[in-house]
């Protein structure tokens, strides 16, 4: 099994001041960043786009981005999202037509590649593209808002899925999104999750002026990460 990463949602971040909210999580040893780019119509909002990927590079983030498309269609954004710098593009298989040829742009574009699960869509998505995955990402809220409350019965696919993985003998990470929190990211893990998105949690600690705000919570999740592991 993988290590355990944390991956802070900017969603939540003070987007007046992405740069330094940035900086600060990874200071306070956050993993990865999780980047989710919405496009007000394969979900109800609008977020943010290659130029922001692109804009945190130049300001020296070097950490890994994990761009989280929910956008429809996808392969246009895709070539763009690699030259402004992600790491991982994952998207929704719903939201393309051409699975397969979705996940083989992005292998070709240079960075990892991943699918997205909303809470109710089967994974069997899976069956045929075991071989092209780095990432599976589990939604386990609908799609489009920061802050929502975790759907318990995404921990049976989250079971499944690591049955599934360890099955293929693959190294794929198997990311968490939505309403992770200190309170139940220990039995997520137990459930075989290895990375963990957390927006509102994470971006929502501390006072706003302090650049040490996310020391605390992010020791906090970690620490429950220890114990899911003895
Ligand atoms: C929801 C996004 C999430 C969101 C999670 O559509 O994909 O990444 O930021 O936020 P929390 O952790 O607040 O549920
Ligand atoms: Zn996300």
Redesign the pocket.
Known sequence: MNEFWIAP????ADFARLGEEVDNVLKSGADIV?F?V?DNHY?P?LTIGPLVCEALRKHGVTAPIDV?L?VKPVDRIIPDFAKAGASYITFHPEASEHVDRSLQLVKDSGCKAGLVFNPATPLNYLDHVMDKLDMILL??????????S?IPYVLDKIRECRRRIDTSGRNIRLEI?????AKNIREIAAAGCDTF??????F?AGQADDPNRYDSIIRALRGELAQART
């Open positions: 949602s900017i969603l939540s999780h989710d919405m979900v909002n989280h929910m939604m386990s809220v609908n799609p489009g808002f920061g802050g929502q975790f999104d939505g309403g992770v929190n998105v957390a927006g509102s949690a994470v929502g």
